[in-house]
């Protein structure tokens, strides 16, 4: 990649991570239009997603105080940029009890063939699947049996 391009890329990533907090206020079938635009299945270039996901860290460690850490602004930016890149990932939003005290706390993760994708440990035991934005599943779902609706809405 050229020099102009890499720096043109980073910009952009600083820009989406910095927006996280403002897009997570929308609706999350809004959230989903806006993460799904544009986005379509192509092959991907792993040194691509690997400088993405390299752009993504720095943005966020050295982006303060204008790009949050945490989970959201990881998983919506990594997920933007990975299917904007041709990579098929779902993003997850999940519940869950951890911690000493059991505090109820969110989480969100990628996944990848049904895994979790860049996760230190699987999320999937500790936090229960909510919602999904993936390209497979265009009308995202919250999980019904988990909070007693009796459908899908």
């Not at 790009?67 to 602004?73: A, F, H, K």
């Not at 990975?82 to 519940?95: E, I, Y």
Request: with cysteine.
């Amino acid at each position: 990649m050229r020099t102009i391009s890499k720096a043109f890329l980073f910009l952009r990533i600083f820009i989406f991570a910095a927006a996280v907090p403002y897009i997570m206020r929308l609706k999350l079938a809004r959230v989903s239009a806006i993460l799904e635009r544009g986005s379509r299945p192509v092959s991907f270039d792993p040194d691509r997603i690997q400088k993405i996901a390299a752009y993504i860290d720095t943005s966020i460690r050295w982006g303060r105080p204008l790009v949050r850490s945490g989970c959201l602004t990881l998983g919506l930016t990594r997920y933007y940029f990975f299917r904007r890149a041709g990579m098929d990932v779902s993003l997850h939003f999940g519940m869950g009890r951890k911690g000493k005290g059991r505090e109820f706390v969110g989480h969100c993760w990628l996944a990848r063939e049904g895994q979790p994708y860049l996760e230190k440990e699987d999320p999937r035991p500790l936090y229960i699947d909510m919602y999904c934005i993936s390209r497979a599943n265009r009308r995202n779902s919250i999980s019904a049996g988990v909070i007693g609706l009796g459908r899908v809405i």
